[in-house]
């Protein structure tokens, strides 16, 4: 799922006006449920082409990560939904082998110009069709999916895959999620009560509320 859109989302959306006004009456209340509707990679890549961004990687929220989740010096990271890249850049300067993965070809092009190859490359692939290609069952050390889940068909479903085929035992889940009042939810939105189900089976290591961004840092637990 391309992310450049989800920065614009909740810009717009508190200005009350501007480019998200125009969209599909279909595409306007996902963040209502837990389990949504998926958006099509076209309307992804339509953002992106306009020049919608994700809310930049702040110098706060990397040292939150920092703190609590760039212990795998080297290690295998995957940045799911990763739009033009900003997190996936960073993690490789952290150390990690990324691979950054999205729906969004016109994204993927995006990050590519910001430069990739060694430690860091960029696979168009559907999040909810499975891990991708090539990658070995549990062979990720860090999983990161900032401004993701709302936009996923069945959010809980998927950290569940994550966390039974993507990481290895005790591995990292790094999410950011745009929590909000249930009544009053915008798009890219999820209710706040649904933290506890979005922690549910993970060993918890530490929360951070940065603007309208929440950071959870969550361990797989040891087999």
């Known amino acids: 799922m391309s992310l450049p859109s989800l920065s614009a989302v909740s810009t717009l959306a508190e200005a009350g006006q501007g480019r998200l006004a125009r969209l599909p009456e279909q595409y306007q209340h996902l963040g209502h449920r837990l389990v949504g509707r998926r958006t099509s990679p076209l309307v992804w890549d339509a953002w992106a082409a306009e020049g919608l ?73 559907d999040l909810e069709a499975g891990p ?5 069952a549990g062979g990720c050390d860090l999983v990161a999916a900032r401004l993701l889940l709302p936009f996923l068909t069945d959010p809980e479903a998927w950290l569940h895959e994550v966390r039974g085929r ?11 999620v745009a929590f909000g009042d249930a009544g009053a939810l915008v798009r890219g939105q999820l209710p706040r009560e649904a933290i506890a189900r979005l922690c549910a089976g993970w060993e918890f290591r530490a929360r951070r509320d940065l603007g309208l961004l929440t950071c959870l840092i969550l361990r797989s637990p040891m087999r």
């Open 53 to 125: 961004r994700s809310v930049p990687v702040s110098e706060r929220e990397l040292a939150f990560f920092a703190s609590h989740a760039a212990y795998h010096r080297a290690g295998t990271a995957v940045d799911a939904g990763c739009g033009t890249g900003g997190l996936s850049r960073r993690l490789r300067d952290f150390g990690y082998r990324v691979t950054g993965l999205d729906t969004s070809v016109v994204s993927l092009d995006l990050a590519r110009a910001h430069g990739h190859g060694l430690g860091l490359t960029y696979q168009q692939h």
């Open 132 to 136: 991708p290609p090539g990658m070995p």
């Open 166 to 176: 993507w990481l290895r035992p005790g591995g990292c889940l790094y999410l950011g």
